[in-house]
């Protein structure tokens, strides 16, 4: 794949384009990434190529990355060296020959979501449930996903990325390049609250608000109606930014203080809330989990985004006997980016809040050791290639 000189071609549309291109590649867990000259891909079939512009930045991507592995060695990274970079945007640089909807220079968020197309989940709309889903650019789910590497390699992190059309969302004229590298947080939280049912005169536990996807699933929930949320993290500083988005709807708790759990029971006459949405990253504590779920009222649901691991002890007769249910979510469709996008684009969805921390494609080993966690949600975290 490396090639040691940028080679000249002939391009369709006429003139010399390269051949090569630059990508910042892993090649062994535990060392920089390095930037180098590889093959450039080129669109066939249903494929589109992708010239990067900008690519988020997964918070502490390198802590991960040496960690994941041993944490979840079920779970593959891309066979290295890899191009990793979960969430890019660019511009439709090249299409293949059976691409209908897309053209060269239209701007667009590649869902790296992969999956094999052609299963019965694949054909339901739920490529999250197929046995070869993968996310591109950073981790596959089973042993499948290393097929779906061979086939799709390339994340975020180089010039030109290879995706299929599938993939592609169009971006509104009022998403530049560096908030659309939010769509990945903001659109797993979308997808959670949908799992939430109509929100109109509900209340929401969101627990791990002040993070990146708790952050997200506030603007969202808001957006859709929810009429009170209850947001809980560790900071009061992050907490009280929360709550300036929305005042009278948002109430704020710090976890350090005590039980969400009892906090949430006496802000709502001992109910509880009726919807819990848990945001947690994957290094917190269960307990916390635990104590948030308590606040959630008979026939309430709790939907799970953040990805902490591990056995939380739940006692389903209390799941039973009061109804109540617990649902994982796994990251979100391209239909559901594409939702989240004209929310976007009318204004149901102010993105304002949100402030873009950028870093050059040359210092992607700073940017990757750069995102520190002091910041919350409010920060997105992205290279610009
Ligand atoms: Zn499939």
Redesign the pocket.
């Known amino acids: 794949m490396t090639t040691t000189l940028p080679a000249e071609g002939i391009h369709e549309t006429g003139g010399p384009e390269r051949l090569s291109m630059r990508a910042a590649r892993l090649h062994r867990v535990g060392e920089p990434m390095v930037i180098e000259e590889v093959d450039r891909p080129r669109a066939t079939g249903t494929d589109v190529i992708v010239e990067v512009k900008a690519c988020g930045m997964v918070p502490n991507l390198g802590n991960v990355l040496a960690n994941w592995e041993t944490w979840y060695p079920h779970e593959p990274l891309p066979p290295r060296p890899a191009i990793f970079g979960l969430d890019p945007v660019g511009i439709v640089h090249e299409v293949g020959e059976q691409v209908i909807n897309l053209a060269p220079g239209d701007r667009v968020y590649v869902n790296p979501s992969r999956?094999?197309?052609?299963?019965?989940?694949?054909?339901s709309g739920r490529?999250q449930?197929?046995?070869?889903?993968t996310f591109a650019g950073y981790f596959g789910f089973n042993q499948n996903s290393l097929e779906m590497y061979d086939k799709y390699p390339y994340g975020g992190f180089c010039e030109y990325m290879k995706a299929p059309q599938s993939a592609i969302v169009k971006l509104s004229d009022n998403l530049d390049f560096r908030q659309a590298t939010r769509l990945g947080y903001l659109g797993t939280a979308f997808s959670a609250v949908k799992k939430c049912g109509p929100l109109a005169g509900k209340t929401l536990i969101v627990n791990g608000a002040s993070g990146t996807l708790g952050v997200g699933v506030t603007l969202v929930a808001l957006a859709l109606g929810v009429s009170r949320i209850f947001a809980v993290a560790r900071g009061i500083p992050l907490l009280e930014r929360l709550r300036a988005i929305a005042p009278a709807r948002i109430e704020i708790f710090s976890n350090v203080e005590g039980s969400t759990a009892e906090w949430v029971r006496s802000r709502t006459g001992g109910l509880g809330a009726d919807l819990m949405i848990d945001a947690l990253g994957a290094v917190a504590s269960l307990d916390d989990f635990k104590d948030a779920m308590l606040g959630v009222a008979r026939g309430g649901r709790i939907v799970d985004i953040g990805g902490t691991a591990g056995e939380l002890g739940v006692d389903v007769k209390w799941l039973m006997d009061e109804a109540r249910e617990l649902i994982g979510s796994a990251w979100f469709t391209t239909a559901e980016s594409m939702e989240l996008v004209d929310m976007i684009r009318y204004g149901v969805i102010d993105m304002s809040v949100l402030q873009p921390k950028a870093w050059p494609f040359e210092q992607i080993n700073e940017a990757i050791n750069g995102v520190t966690s002091g910041e919350g949600g409010f920060t997105s975290y992205l290279v610009e290639i």
């Open positions: 999956s094999c197309g052609a299963c019965h989940p694949c054909a490529p449930t197929c046995d070869y889903w």
